[in-house]
């Protein structure tokens, strides 16, 4: 089983859609987890950090279910400037060992 | 404040060739990690390393690939007698000393290898 998984997608939404990634870790040691957003032939970069409590950053909202061992990502109002892949990253701690999932493409249609 | 730096971003080997990547960490950034992905896939992580030390070389194939972050100058991921499969996406990120945000990683722009 993969330490990350995603479902690759792709999630092909429309303008304005609110849209949801899920992201299940397998280390219940992973202590913290990101979304970095990669666009195509782009380096990755950290979209938002995702707290135990849930945060919002704008139209971004990041939940951790640490129970089910999830995290999600939800856009809202999607715009065409959101097409990326997005990355869910966990982190099990110790000498910082960062595991990427496969990451989720996103197409938002005009 | 410059960012990850990578070079070469692109390069082109024959088979049996060597190629050699090079990742300058942020300025006061220690922890250097190399990344690898194939054209639609994801990042593989490849090695870790601090400053003269591999700290988790898990992800690096056994024969072939080698990684350094010497005391001065950039970390380089060596790679010997190339094949087609090492075409890829190499990606070196950076992060500062350990702290409550581990896993913020800052990326490098990526170093495009192909081999011929």
């Known amino acids: 089983r993969k330490e990350v998984e995603q479902d690759p997608g792709p999630f092909n939404v429309p303008e304005g859609a609110t849209v949801a990634f899920n992201c299940t870790y397998s280390n219940s040691a992973s202590q913290s987890f990101f979304w970095y957003r990669q666009d195509c032939r782009k380096e990755p970069k950290l979209l938002m950090s995702?707290?135990?409590s849930g945060n919002e950053d704008g139209r971004f909202t990041a939940q951790l279910n640490r129970a089910s061992q999830y995290i999600s990502l939800l856009i809202r109002d999607s715009k065409l400037s959101d097409s990326a892949t997005y990355l869910c990253?966990?982190?099990?701690?110790?000498?910082?060992?960062?595991?990427f999932g496969i990451g989720t493409k996103l197409q938002v249609i005009p | 404040n410059a960012g990850v730096m990578q070079n070469p971003r692109h390069l082109v080997r024959r088979r049996g060739q060597e190629a050699r990547l090079r990742c300058s960490p942020m300025?006061?950034?220690?922890?250097v990690y190399w990344y690898r992905q194939l054209p639609e896939e994801g990042l593989k992580f490849m090695v870790y390393?601090?400053?003269?030390?591999?700290?988790?070389e898990s992800g690096m194939p056994k024969e072939r690939f080698s990684a350094e972050f010497p005391k001065e100058g950039p970390s380089i991921l060596r790679i010997q007698q190339v094949v087609r499969g090492d075409s890829a996406a190499y990606f070196c990120?950076?992060?500062?000393?350990?702290?409550?945000?581990?896993?913020?990683?800052?990326f490098g722009e990526g170093s495009r290898l192909t081999v011929l």
């Open positions: 990253v966990a982190n099990s701690g110790g000498y910082q060992k960062v595991t």
């Open positions: 390393l601090q400053k003269e030390n591999i700290i988790d």
């Open positions: 995702v707290y135990s």
């Open positions: 300025k006061g950034h220690s922890h």
């Open positions: 990120a950076s992060s500062p000393l350990a702290g409550p945000n581990t896993g913020e990683l800052f």
